[in-house]
């Protein structure tokens, strides 16, 4: 997240007691690219090689498509302020493009700058014009392995193995949330290494995800924090309450935030305002009641 004086001036002054209350002064280290397929992706022999392509809206953000090679971009937190607790950052687009910044590096940035180790999921897209890809098939994949190459690289990162989460916004939420109740178990003889590490998240953070017809969610499936607007679409405003209600029926620990005359696709952007302005305050909040904000 940059906390530069245009884009505080340019939120006015709501907007820069909020975005200088979410900046501390320390900067968590330059992020690093990582490939999730080095050897090229399942599914996408011949055109791996292909560049992303990037466009640039009229209010200078930065949208990603024709994502072949799957990577993650990861974000460390100092050391001092490290929780050992890390997100697996998932932004969204329609599945056919990724917002990057709103949904993205400011997400993740903040994370980092609040003891959060965060890395974002650049995964293929299977509504793109053309794609080859499917939700269910590639892009779950893609978010599988990326929890798994998280928790296979914990003592390196020096991230608690068993405190990894997906972070997930719209379309990039219904993928957090399949990860979160299509996860796979490691195979102690998967010829593939990071096949023998589980794809489970600890938790889950959906804001204004899409929502699958089918929940699928059972005591198995990791603690939620769930955040929209009411003025969002009602298969998201609504379908979010009902999935809250189905959790908490199968005894999973969930905390449902709805924000009344918000619509889709706020983020975390300088210039957001109100209450739903302040949402990932709220989600350190959560984290730390879910005791994963304690130092190890």
Same mark, same amino acid.
């Given at each position: 997240?940059?906390?530069?004086?245009?884009?505080?001036?340019?939120?006015?002054?709501?907007?820069?007691?909020?975005?200088?209350?979410?900046c501390?002064?320390?900067?968590?280290?330059?992020?690093?690219?990582?490939?999730?397929?080095?050897?090229?992706?399942?599914?996408?022999?011949?055109?791996?090689?292909?560049?992303?392509?990037?466009?640039?809206?009229?209010?200078?953000?930065?949208?990603?498509?024709?994502?072949?090679?799957?990577?993650?971009?990861?974000?460390?937190?100092?050391?001092?302020?490290?929780?050992?607790?890390?997100?697996?950052?998932?932004?969204?687009?329609?599945?056919?493009?990724?917002?990057?910044?709103?949904?993205?590096?400011?997400?993740?940035?903040?994370?980092?700058?609040?003891?959060?180790?965060?890395?974002?999921?650049?995964?293929?897209?299977a509504?793109?014009?053309?794609?080859?890809?499917?939700?269910?098939?590639?892009? /779950? +994949?893609?978010?599988?392995? *990326?929890? &798994?190459?998280?928790?296979? #690289? $914990? =003592?390196?990162?020096?991230? !608690?193995?068993?405190?990894?989460?997906?972070?997930?916004f719209s379309?990039?939420?219904?993928?957090?949330?399949?990860?979160?109740?299509?996860?796979?178990?490691?195979?102690?003889?998967?010829?593939?290494?990071?096949?023998?590490?589980?794809?489970?998240?600890?938790?889950?953070?959906?804001?204004?995800?899409?929502?699958?017809?089918?929940?699928?969610?059972?005591?198995?499936?990791?603690?939620?924090?769930?955040?929209?607007?009411?003025?969002?679409?009602?298969?998201i405003?609504?379908? /979010? +309450?009902?999935?809250?209600? *189905?959790? &908490?029926?199968?005894?999973? #620990? $969930? =905390?449902?935030?709805?924000? !009344?005359?918000?619509?889709?696709?706020f983020?975390?952007?300088?210039?957001?305002?109100?209450?739903?302005?302040?949402?990932?305050?709220?989600?350190?909040?959560?984290?730390?009641?879910?005791?994963?904000?304690?130092?190890?």
């Open positions: 997240m940059n906390c530069s004086a245009r884009q505080i001036t340019r939120g006015g002054f709501g907007a820069a007691v909020l975005w200088l209350l979410l501390p002064a320390g900067r968590a280290a330059d992020p690093q690219t990582i490939l999730l397929w080095p050897d090229g992706a399942p599914g996408s022999e011949g055109r791996s090689a292909e560049p992303e392509t990037v466009r640039v809206t009229e209010r200078g953000e930065h949208v990603v498509s024709n994502v072949h090679a799957p990577s993650l971009i990861r974000y460390e937190p100092q050391r001092e302020r490290a929780s050992g607790t890390a997100i697996v950052v998932i932004p969204g687009g329609g599945h056919a493009e990724l917002w990057m910044d709103h949904e993205g590096y400011h997400v993740a940035q903040f994370l980092a700058d609040h003891g959060v180790a965060a890395i974002i999921l650049k995964y293929r897209l509504h793109q014009s053309g794609s080859i890809y499917t939700v269910e098939g590639d892009e /779950l +994949a893609d978010a599988q392995r *990326a929890i &798994r190459l998280v928790r296979s #690289r $914990a =003592e390196e990162w020096r991230i !608690d193995p068993h405190r990894i989460g997906v972070l997930g379309a990039g939420g219904e993928l957090a949330f399949l990860a979160a109740t299509r996860f796979k178990e490691g195979q102690a003889t998967a010829p593939d290494l990071l096949g023998r590490v589980s794809s489970r998240p600890d938790f889950q953070a959906l804001i204004y995800p899409g929502i699958p017809v089918d929940l699928q969610v059972s005591a198995a499936t990791p603690p939620a924090f769930l955040l929209c607007g009411a003025a969002d679409q009602p298969a405003s609504e379908g /979010l +309450a009902s999935l809250y209600l *189905a959790l &908490r029926r199968a005894g999973v #620990r $969930a =905390e449902l935030h709805i924000y !009344d005359g918000i619509g889709h696709g983020g975390l952007r300088a210039d957001n305002v109100g209450p739903a302005a302040a949402w990932p305050e709220r989600l350190l909040e959560w984290l730390d009641q879910q005791g994963l904000m304690k130092r190890p």
